[in-house]
């Protein structure tokens, strides 16, 4: 079992920054691809990044990419997003989660577990 908690969240502006980190429990942690997901008031959980379990490949949602960036310390069992060019629609509860496999799917159904959440809220 892996056991997640998020942490970096906060207030910021528009246009500005913010990296999150996700820590995670166990000796395992390479064995599992890692994703981020978020979810707004009054809406669905979405996708946003994922990375495979080396850190070689990543996949990001449109709405994202080009402007965050995830990676991963697997000797530190953490994975890191890190946020850019931020914008209002931006502001929601970002979770971590991870997957058993070699696969990043943007499907929230397929990961195993998950983080508490953080909370990004941007400011215009």
């Known amino acids: 079992q892996v056991q997640l908690v998020e942490s970096g969240g906060g207030l910021v502006q528009a246009g500005g920054s913010l990296r999150l980190s996700c820590a995670a429990s166990?000796?395992?942690?390479?064995?599992?691809?890692m994703g981020w997901f978020r979810q707004a008031p009054g809406k669905e959980r979405e996708f946003a990044a994922a990375i495979n379990r080396s850190g070689g490949s990543t996949y990001f949602a449109d709405s994202v990419k080009g402007r965050f960036t995830i990676s991963r310390d697997n000797a530190k069992n953490t994975v890191y997003l890190q946020m850019n060019s931020l914008k209002p629609e931006d502001t929601a509860v970002y979770y971590c989660?991870?997957?058993?496999?070699?696969?990043?799917?943007?499907?929230?159904?397929?990961?195993?577990?998950w983080g508490q959440g953080t909370q990004v809220t941007v400011s215009s």
């Open positions: 989660a991870a997957l058993l496999g070699a696969y990043m799917y943007g499907d929230a159904h397929r990961y195993d577990y």
């Open positions: 166990g000796r395992t942690f390479g064995y599992y691809t």
